[in-house]
């Protein structure tokens, strides 16, 4: 249990279920990051880039079913950001965007409800 311990701080990763709140905020490689993550209802894989000043986000549910009404990342270097492109399955979703001092947050009007095989996709951009 020690060792899953040291994962989760590499990862930042920080969840509540019940308030459907999830967060990454990589230690490692930052720039170029890809771990799996595990909730209440589900696990899945989270992953992050930055290229040419955009900061990329996907989080793909693998098993059961993740709800999601908050989303926050660290701020990366090389990337600064004041809108977010927000995808599910390649469609559209409203949220609203924060850049706070060090991380961007999503809040979404409706709860998003991920099943297994789908994907959050996100574009942070300037």
Known sequence: MAS???F???CGFECHGPKGRIGFAPR???DNFKAPFTAAEGWGSF???VEGGKHFANIEVRYGRLVLKELALDKVKR???NHAGVEVNGIAVDALFTAEANRYVLRFAEALSLNAGEKL???LTA
């Open 121 to 123: 996709a996100i574009v």
């Open 4 to 6: 899953y311990g040291v």
């Open 8 to 10: 989760l701080a590499a």
């Open 28 to 30: 490692v490689s930052p």
């Open 47 to 49: 992953s992050q880039k």
């Open 79 to 81: 990337s600064v950001a």
